[in-house]
């Protein structure tokens, strides 16, 4: 997990520490999360993307509460 590309801060590995937790929730494991303040990019692996695109609303229904105006699946495989 990384922020902006750069080793996460301290009250950032709280909120991607939840995500991880909600993602693992609905079985999509493997993630790469990455924080572009106010984007969540969530990398999966090409396996799992169908499966988080049919949970797409209930993750940002889920996510956006932890600070992030947008949360984006990212089409590159992890």
């Known amino acids: 997990m990384e922020k902006d590309n750069t080793p996460l801060q301290d009250d950032s590995s709280a909120a991607f520490t939840q995500i991880e937790q909600i993602l693992h929730e609905f079985q999509i494991e493997n993630v790469s ?6 984007v969540l990019r969530i990398q ?3 396996a799992q993307f169908a ?8 993750l940002v229904e889920r ?7 947008f949360v984006a699946i990212d089409l590159d495989e992890v």
């Open 33 to 38: 999360l990455f924080d572009h303040d106010p």
């Open 44 to 46: 999966v692996s090409d």
């Open 51 to 58: 499966r988080a695109l049919q949970l797409r609303e209930t």
């Open 63 to 69: 996510i956006k509460p932890l600070g992030y105006r």
